[in-house]
């Protein structure tokens, strides 16, 4: 086995970590404002159409990776990937 980031070799009976990541559609039970029955109707029309597991991905994904030990800890300080390269120390006086 791998890790699924850095791609180090993960040894049998090493510490390794999975991280499954869930992502669901968020409905807050608002429709579009814009838009009247007319347009609602096309909508379940094209829902009806859609490749149901097309459909499916789009409203529900879940990954899983694998991770040594250094990936999962870079990975749970910076989870969405937003930090800036420059190191650890942020907020530095130059
Ligand atoms: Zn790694």
Redesign the pocket.
């Known amino acids: 086995m791998i ?1 699924d ?4 070799e993960l040894a049998p009976g090493s510490l390794k970590y999975l991280v499954t990541i869930h992502v669901t559609a968020d409905f807050d039970g608002a429709l579009p404002a814009e838009g009247g029955l007319d347009d609602l109707e096309a909508f379940m029309r094209q829902v009806d159409g859609e490749d149901p597991v097309r459909l499916e991905r789009d409203v529900y994904q879940s990954h899983g990776h694998l ?2 030990p ?2 999962k800890d870079a990975f749970l300080r910076d989870p969405l990937g937003v930090a800036r390269g420059g190191g650890p120390e942020e907020g530095r006086m130059h």
């Not at 980031?5 to 180090?8: I, K, M, N, P, Y």
């Open positions: 890790c980031r850095c791609g180090a991770l040594c250094a990936c």
